[in-house]
C-alpha cells in the first residue's frame, strides 16, 4: 500500500513538472497560437508593457486614469502636461471593472494620486475581463495582487498565463523586453496612444445594430463597488466618467439607455460623481465629429483625444 500511495505520489508531481514545463515551452513559442489555453501577448497590442514599467516610477500625482482603451486613447496626457497639471494613464485594452480594482490595489499606495478617474464604458460590463487580465499579466512584474486576480477568474486561462509570465520573466524579463511596433499607434510617456488615422465614411454610414441579448455581468458592479471602496479607504476621490464614442455607436446600441439609466442610479445611490460625456448634448458641447474625431466607431483619434481634453480644462472638470 505504502509503495502504491508512493508512486501515485510521484505521478502527481511529475504531471505537476510536466504541466508547467509545457506552459512554460508552448507560451514561448510560435505555437502558442494554436493553443487556445495558453496565452502570452507580452510587448503586444496597447503598448501595456511600457505603461506598466514606467507606472513602478510614478507617483504623487494629481489625476490616475483607469479604465479600458477608451482610456489611454482618450486621455491625452501632453494636454494636461502642458497645463502643469500631472497625470498617468492606466487603461489597457478591454480593462473590466475586476482588473482595474486589482491594478489599484496594488498602485494606489505607490502612485498616491490626488483623484482617480475611472471609465466605465458599457463594454466593460459583459464580459469577465479575461482578455484584460491575460494582457496586464504578460507585461509586468508579478506581485501578489496579480496571483489575486487570476485566481478571481477561476478560468485556466488567466493562471496558465500567470504561470507563464512567471517563468518567461526568466528568458525575456519585462524590464527589458521589447514593445513590438504597432502600425499607426505612437505611445507617450505618461501612458497615452494616439492614432491620426479617421475613420472610414463606409464604416459611419454602414454603422451596425448592437441589438444583442446581452446581459451585464454582476461580477463587475461587485467589482465597480470594491474600486469605490478601495479609494475610499485610501481617502482619495473616485470620479466615474464615460469617454466620448461615435453618435453612430450611440443610436446603434440598443442597450445604452438601459446602461446609462443603472449606472446613473449606482452614481446617486453612492453618492459618486459621475462626469457623462457619452451622451449625444455633450458629444455636441465638446465638438466632436464622428469623421474627423474618431479612428473607429468607438475610439478617440489624436485629434479628437486632444480636443476633448482641453474642453476638460477649460469647462473645469480637470483643473
Same mark, same amino acid.
Given at each position: ?14 504531471? =505537476?513538472?510536466?504541466y508547467f ?15 487556445? #489555453?495558453?496565452k502570452?501577448t ?7 508593457? *511600457?505603461?506598466?514599467r ?22 491625452d ?7 502643469? =497639471? ?22 494606489l499606495?505607490? *502612485? ?18 479575461? %482578455?484584460?487580465?491575460?494582457? =496586464? +499579466?504578460?507585461n509586468?512584474?508579478l ?10 477568474h477561476k478560468? &485556466? ?10 517563468f518567461?520573466? +526568466?528568458?525575456?524579463? @519585462?524590464?527589458?523586453?521589447?514593445? +513590438? ?11 497615452y ?25 454582476? @461580477? ?26 461615435t453618435?453612430?455607436?450611440i ?5 445604452y #439607455?438601459e446602461y446609462?439609466?443603472t449606472?446613473?442610479?449606482f ?5 459618486? @460623481?459621475?462626469?457623462?460625456f ?5 458629444? %455636441?458641447? &465638446? ?10 466607431l468607438?475610439? +478617440? ?11 476638460? *480644462? ?6
Amino acid at each position: 500500500m505504502k509503495k502504491f500511495i508512493k508512486q501515485i505520489t510521484y505521478f502527481f508531481l511529475m504531471s =505537476i513538472g510536466i504541466y508547467f514545463l509545457s506552459i512554460i515551452v508552448i507560451a514561448n513559442s510560435p505555437i502558442k497560437q494554436y493553443i487556445p #489555453n495558453i496565452k502570452l501577448t507580452r510587448g503586444g497590442y496597447g503598448h501595456n508593457l *511600457i505603461r506598466l514599467r514606467e507606472a513602478d516610477t510614478v507617483k504623487n500625482i494629481d489625476y490616475l486614469f483607469i479604465g479600458s482603451s477608451h482610456v489611454y486613447r482618450g486621455f491625452d496626457v501632453t494636454v494636461f502636461k502642458a497645463n502643469d =497639471i500631472n497625470v498617468f494613464n492606466l487603461g489597457s485594452s478591454a480593462q473590466a471593472p475586476r482588473n482595474s480594482y486589482f491594478l489599484l490595489k496594488q498602485y494606489l499606495p505607490k *502612485i498616491k494620486p490626488k483623484k482617480v478617474i475611472m471609465d466605465v464604458y458599457w463594454g466593460g460590463f459583459l464580459n469577465e475581463g479575461v %482578455e484584460s487580465t491575460i494582457d =496586464i +499579466l504578460s507585461n509586468k512584474k508579478l506581485v501578489e495582487e496579480d496571483l489575486q486576480m487570476a485566481l478571481s477568474h477561476k478560468n &485556466i486561462v488567466p493562471m496558465n498565463t500567470y504561470f507563464a509570465s512567471l517563468f518567461g520573466n +526568466l528568458t525575456n524579463d @519585462v524590464t527589458t523586453a521589447n514593445q +513590438l511596433q504597432v502600425e499607426n499607434d505612437i505611445y507617450y510617456k505618461g501612458g497615452y496612444v494616439n492614432r491620426d488615422s479617421k475613420i472610414k465614411a463606409e464604416v459611419l454610414k454602414n454603422t451596425p445594430q448592437f441589438d444583442e441579448n446581452e446581459s451585464y455581468n454582476d @461580477v463587475q458592479w461587485q467589482y465597480l463597488i470594491k474600486c469605490y471602496e478601495l479609494c475610499r479607504l485610501h481617502d482619495i476621490e473616485l470620479i466615474l466618467t464615460r469617454v466620448p464614442v461615435t453618435k453612430e455607436l450611440i443610436s446603434n446600441t440598443k442597450y445604452y #439607455n438601459e446602461y446609462t439609466t443603472t449606472i446613473n442610479n449606482f452614481c446617486q445611490t453612492n453618492k459618486l @460623481v459621475f462626469l457623462d460625456f457619452c451622451t449625444l448634448k455633450q458629444i %455636441e458641447l &465638446i465638438g466632436l465629429s464622428s469623421a474627423e474625431h474618431y479612428y473607429d466607431l468607438s475610439h +478617440l483619434n489624436k485629434f479628437g483625444a486632444e480636443k476633448f481634453c482641453n474642453f476638460l *480644462i477649460t469647462n473645469g472638470y480637470i483643473k
